[in-house]
């Protein structure tokens, strides 16, 4: 309160006019203080929530903390039966399904931001940009149902065996397609991380003042050559912002992921064998663990899962914030 | 402005409060007796409206989890607790056996017909990806005859802690040594190959989605989707469909042994007879011996009695076994001695 | 000199042509996504569909009554629990966030924005469902509710940025108290942008299974007893989808248009009422 300029002495009070038909209630401090205090009351929810959050799965995960340490992370035997937990095919899937997923999503998504903010005829770009943020608005869980009944069956007819015929000997194409794989989930998830990226991009290019890409028109640049050289170079910070914002919006995705992935604990570098993923595994496994150590590893899972999340949002954010500051960019998408 | 809808949600949530009184009872647990388990309460809601209950087919592993932190009623599973897990719950526990069933190979091979013959070494070695096509020669010498294809296994099991699992590692245990040393048996175990299904749903949509994939899921879900039982090499040597009457054989060794004083936690599978299936087991609800509740105790144990008599008719026409006759007066002494507050709730359950 | 210019121009329709063409697939992803529902879901639509409950596995016919109303009731009661809470905490950034407070709940607002709605569900379910000895609609809408709350403060705070200084200052000068000014004037006159945060706040939650089946699990029952475990249409839609049965895809998809006509519902009014507030600038 002390930092409000227009904040008038308790002196002149009496010269405070009154609102016809409605005498004010309250003093005037005594309700600017009610005020700010029930706010910062609400606002203290979410701090807390975190903190409690952090707390629940650090005190849930302590048991398994303590029997497996670090290397939780790096070790790969899933054994419930021999009471041994290593998560790395989890962490393997998360992060491999998200890459695969960015590789698909990133361009579609830049080439839709750039389309609308620098190409598109005017009465097109609000409902594209319309169209492409309904696709944040389908559910997990219909993406999973049509990635089962439409995209696997797609993949398994049209997309593999070609694929096999011509990249079979790689590494990254190997054994046999089961239907339920990496390449679905990364494909499922490119589809609904496009959206975000897309709105977030579009909002950084659009603050990228004018007079850049005019002055490389001025010097005789082609329009591709003054987005390419001079406008996207200046959104760089935040168009990465982006991207990572969807990344962080993949790492957690859980339903449609656990539909088609296969929830495999396994680590391939093929993107045609089932995998697994931290959120699938939770969603499978958390509220069936039988011993207390697989409840406990399940906790670590998901603290792992977390502190993964957290860090790449929190990355997201500053990138953007350091292009558009302040404001709550992304946020809105649906 | 923004606070007069809310108030009217407020209403409307206080209006639909229950007229009248009706117990309201949660379980949770093994999909294995899903199918049974659905067409009982739906039969028993009709005729029963003092009671409501609802059944959530999560798996076993979650059916003895969520039972010991006390967040249902009553759980159901077809891995019997293990004593330690017992233990931890003080002991408070009664495995009340409902059915019968059988775990069976089921596959998706369009082509193939007639039902396919399985070794168990065939079954172990397959679910630990040593044989990998459907051509192999020792699969296609139990199946003289019929014409495989040279398409890959697709092994597939699941996903959540499950009873179905736990029987089914429990008999490649029995007839794998290898089995036993690598794998082991329980709810969720180490899989060396395949692909995760959520419940005895999520395996059975899986292989029937799934060109060239195994998978094990009780009976009835086979029978349900029209998808293949195999049949399965006893220890007798015979090739055994499972059936009513083969599920049943089953359980003839394990029934001769059992007294009253059995705690129903008894594993049937490799079991000896000419006639029986290997690879079947009983599947049972968890209820505990003391209820705080005296209303939801009365309900639940009338429920219970309900399902082990007038219920068991159900089974045969589902893909199940009814339980032997044998054990109906041991499950009502079980059922007799649940308390809540102390007293005996068997009197208010009215029947 | 030409030739390099003309390959330059060639080079910027190729490139022109290209992002297009990025555009249009990704509209055509949602074109099929919603093709598919309509062409899969739309037969199954009728009036057992609306009005009855699922019957027992492996039988035919049956609806998803209970589902539907049990999304209301679920998502309703995260409403009441998370707008006053966003709300609040998005007029506290607004007014009060310039300090080091505000950072703080601003920066924590966008990490749990971020935060996979798996780990909400752990959560709530060590938080409710284990302490209060069962699974219950009210658990589930505890935690749809924390996942609202950032996502509305965050808009909040930017629609309540939006609102013209000068108009503030104007109150403070006729003597409004702060409060007042905040709320009778600047709250106010931001409240078309407020209620569309809220919408889409509202449409995001609306269609989450993932902290549902820990904390409401599910009800084959008609139910609106808030202490009971109820069902809903993602999680009606999750069994469906993933178990074997023709007669479950069948209904899963037509939950699907449901669920999905629902949630563009709000997300359309949302827009609308962006849209009559700030024009067609966005």
């Known amino acids: 309160m002390t930092t409000l300029p227009i904040e008038p002495p308790a002196a002149t009070q009496p010269a405070r006019p009154v609102t016809p038909g409605r005498p004010a209630l309250l003093g005037r401090n005594t309700g600017d203080r009610l005020y700010r205090a029930t706010l910062t009351a609400l606002a203290l929810v979410l701090p807390l929530l975190l903190v409690t959050l952090l707390a629940e799965l650090v005190v849930g995960a302590w048991p398994a903390i303590k029997r497996f340490g670090v290397p939780f992370v790096w070790t790969s035997v899933w054994d419930p039966v021999a009471g041994v937990f290593g998560a790395a095919p989890m962490i393997f899937g998360t992060l491999a399904s998200s890459l695969l997923a960015l590789l698909i999503a990133v361009p579609l998504a830049l080439g839709v931001a750039i389309y609308l903010t620098e190409f598109s005829p005017k009465w097109l770009r609000q409902p594209i940009a319309f169209l492409v943020e309904l696709l944040a608005a389908i559910p997990s869980v219909v993406y999973g149902l049509w990635g089962i009944f439409v995209l696997i069956p797609f993949l398994r007819g049209y997309v593999v065996p070609p694929l096999r015929a011509v990249l079979g000997w790689t590494p990254l194409f190997s054994g046999v397609f089961y239907g339920n794989s990496l390449l679905a989930g990364g494909i499922i998830l490119a589809i609904m991380i496009v959206p975000y990226i897309a709105a977030v991009s579009r909002e950084v290019l659009l603050a990228v003042p004018s007079s850049q890409r005019e002055a490389a028109l001025g010097m005789g640049a082609t329009r591709w050559e003054a987005v390419w050289t001079a406008v996207v170079p200046y959104g760089r910070a935040g168009l990465i912002g982006a991207v990572i914002l969807g990344l962080g919006r993949a790492l957690g995705e859980t339903m449609a992921v656990t539909m088609v992935i296969g929830n495999r604990h396994d680590i391939s570098l093929s993107v045609l064998q089932p995998a697994y993923t931290m959120a699938a595994a939770i969603a499978n496994e958390f509220s069936e663990a039988v011993t207390d150590l697989h409840l406990a590893a399940m906790f670590e899972v998901g603290l792992v899962l977390f502190v993964i999340t957290v860090i790449v949002n929190a990355c997201a954010r500053l990138l953007i914030w350091r292009v558009a500051r302040g404001t709550a960019v992304g946020s809105r998408a649906l | ?351 | 000199m030409s030739g390099r210019s003309l390959r330059r121009h060639v080079t910027s329709g190729l490139m022109t042509g290209l992002v297009a063409a990025l555009s249009f697939t990704a509209v055509l992803a949602l074109v099929l996504i919603l093709g598919d529902l309509i062409a899969k879901g739309a037969s199954s639509l009728n009036w057992d569909f609306f009005t009855k409950n699922p019957v027992p596995t492996g039988q035919t016919g049956g609806g998803v009554a209970n589902a539907i109303v049990g999304t209301g009731v679920i998502v309703g009661l995260a409403a009441l629990f998370g707008l006053p809470v966003g709300v609040g905490t998005g007029l506290y950034l607004a007014e009060y966030g310039s300090g080091r407070l505000g950072w703080v709940v601003r920066f924590v607002a966008d990490v749990l924005n971020g935060t996979p709605s798996i780990v909400i569900g752990i959560f709530a379910w060590t938080w409710l469902v284990r302490p209060m000895k069962g699974y219950s609609a009210l658990a589930g809408s505890a935690a749809l509710a924390a996942l609202m709350v950032p996502m509305i403060a965050r808009t909040t705070e930017e629609m309540v940025r939006l609102v013209p200084h000068s108009l503030r200052e104007a109150a403070l000068a006729l003597g409004y108290p702060r409060w007042r000014t905040s709320l009778r004037v600047v709250a106010r006159t931001a409240l078309a942008g407020i209620v569309t945060g809220c919408l889409v706040g509202v449409a995001r939650i609306a269609g989450e299974t993932a902290p549902l089946i820990f904390t409401a699990l599910g009800n084959q029952n008609f139910t609106t007893n808030i202490t009971q475990p109820m069902q809903t249409l993602p999680h009606q839609i999750y069994e469906y989808a993933t178990g074997p049965f023709e007669e479950w895809h069948r209904l899963a998809w037509a939950s699907a248009l449901v669920l999905m006509g629902l949630v563009l519902l709000l997300g359309v009014t949302a827009r609308w009422a962006i849209r009559q507030r700030h024009g067609a600038a966005r």
């Open chain 2, 1 to 351: 402005m923004t606070k007069s809808p809310l108030i009217a949600v407020a209403a409307a949530l206080a209006l639909a409060a229950p007229a009248r009184a009706q117990v309201k009872l949660n379980g949770a647990g093994a999909t294995f007796p899903n199918i049974i388990y659905q067409d009982w309460i739906l039969t028993y809601n009709q005729s029963h409206s003092d009671a409501q209950l609802n059944y959530q087919s999560i798996g076993s592993g979650g059916g003895i989890r969520q039972f010991s932190e006390g967040t249902v009623d009553f759980g159901a599973t077809d891995a019997p607790m293990k004593d330690s897990a017992i233990a931890a719950i003080n002991g408070n526990v009664l495995h009340i056996p409902t059915v019968m069933g059988g775990d069976v190979p089921t596959y998706n091979l369009p082509d193939v017909k007639g039902t396919l013959k399985f070794t168990p070494d065939v079954l172990a070695d397959i679910f630990l990806g040593h044989i990998t096509k459907w051509s192999d020669a020792r699969i296609a010498s139990a199946n003289a005859g019929v014409k495989l294809p040279d398409a890959d296994i697709v092994v597939v099991h699941r996903s959540d802690g499950s009873g179905t699992t736990f029987i089914w590692t429990d008999y490649l245990s029995k007839v794998s040594p290898e089995w036993e040393q690598k794998v082991g048996r329980g709810p969720s175990v180490n899989w060396p190959v395949g692909l995760g299904g959520k419940g005895n749903e999520g395996v059975t949509a899986t292989v029937k989605q799934t060109p060239g994939a195994i998978g094990y899921v009780e009976l009835g879900y086979a029978m349900a989707n029209q998808l293949p039982a195999g049949s399965v090499r006893n220890k007798a040597g015979k090739f055994v469909a499972a059936s009513l009457e083969s599920i049943t054989a089953a359980a003839a060794g394990a029934m001769k042994e059992m007294g009253p004083n059995t705690d129903f936690r008894v594993s049937i599978t490799n079991p000896d007879g000419d006639a029986a299936y290997p690879v079947a087991s009983f599947t049972w609800f968890l209820l505990r011996k003391q209820y705080d509740d005296a209303a939801k105790a009365a309900a639940l144990v009338k429920f219970v009695w309900w399902a082990e008599t007038q219920g068991q008719s159900r089974a045969a026409p589902l893909g199940y076994a009814p339980l032997p006759k044998q054990l109906g007066p041991w499950i009502e002494v079980r059922l007799k001695s649940i308390t809540a507050g102390g007293k005996s709730v068997w009197t208010t359950a009215a029947r």
